[in-house]
């Protein structure tokens, strides 16, 4: 059977490298690394403003990644920006939006990775609370800078998530937002202080959002679920 390929969004962002300074399509290696080790092959998917181009990816590919990034634009789930809340990405918004609705037209498993479950819940109808330090009165979920926060999260019995990486676990996490409502999905795991961590959708699907980041840990379960049911997916095609 061959290995499934599995996109991955990335960002559109200035970059230096060698002699060359300018934009470009860009992601951190650690992710398609992690699809890579897990029997994926990875496939960059930056933002395309073409009619019709989120539907002719998704026919072509066996799983989807919505990766980290930028703050959703607010008027996206109607709300005014927080004044922490800035750079947003229409183009990439725009383009990650049209990606899970071609997703879910032809049932493609997908993982979305903190920025990317945020994404999800706002296409669902749902919002997000724009700064979780006004929340939970503390920064470890993003320390702030390169650094990544260190937490533990419980997950909820019977997930498909707890199946796939136990009942709690040790994460890395960068985001100073989270979900605060999620139409369609079901709450899978929690931070100590109540913050929600991941949700999934219901069904059989494989369709899963995490505010962590699996790519930059040993995290050998979450991503070996999504490769193994994108090979099913590519297997019933």
Same mark, same amino acid.
């Given at each position: 059977m061959p290995a499934p390929v599995i996109g991955l969004t990335t960002y559109r962002e200035d970059a230096a490298w060698g002699v060359w300074q300018q934009r470009a399509d860009l992601l951190p290696a650690q992710y398609a690394a992690a699809v890579e080790a897990?029997? &994926?092959?990875p496939l960059l998917l930056p933002p395309v403003d073409v009619p019709g181009a989120a =539907?002719?990816? @998704?026919?072509?590919? =066996?799983?989807?990644? %919505?990766? &980290? &990034?930028?703050d959703v634009e607010p008027g996206r789930y109607d709300a005014e920006p927080h004044p922490r809340t800035t750079g947003w990405r229409p183009d990439r918004d725009a383009?990650?939006? @049209?990606?899970?609705d071609a997703a879910e037209a032809v &049932?493609?498993?997908v993982l979305g990775v903190c920025r990317g479950m945020q994404v999800m819940a706002v296409r669902a109808g749902g919002t997000l609370d724009q700064h979780v330090p006004d929340l939970v009165e503390h920064e470890q979920h993003s320390p702030g800078g390169p650094e990544f926060g260190a %937490?533990? #999260?419980? !997950?909820?019995? *019977?997930?498909?998530?707890?199946?796939l990486v136990g009942d709690r676990l @040790?994460?890395?996490?960068? +985001? +100073?937002?989270? #979900?605060? !409502?999620?139409?369609?999905?079901?709450?899978?795991? +929690?931070? @100590? =202080? *109540? !913050?929600l961590e991941a949700m999934e959708a219901n069904g059989e699907r494989f369709c899963v959002g995490v505010q962590w980041?699996?790519? !930059?840990? #040993? =995290? #050998?379960?979450?991503l070996a679920g999504l490769v193994r049911a994108a090979a099913a997916y590519n297997a019933d095609r």
């Open positions: 897990a029997g &994926g092959v =539907d002719a990816v @998704a026919e072509r590919l =066996d799983g989807l990644v %919505i990766s &980290g &990034g930028a383009w990650e939006l @049209a990606l899970l &049932g493609l498993p %937490i533990e #999260v419980t !997950t909820t019995p *019977g997930s498909r998530l707890a199946g @040790a994460v890395s996490c960068h +985001h +100073h937002q989270s #979900v605060r !409502t999620h139409p369609g999905f079901a709450p899978v795991a +929690h931070a @100590a =202080d *109540g !913050t980041h699996p790519e !930059t840990a #040993v =995290d #050998v379960g979450l």
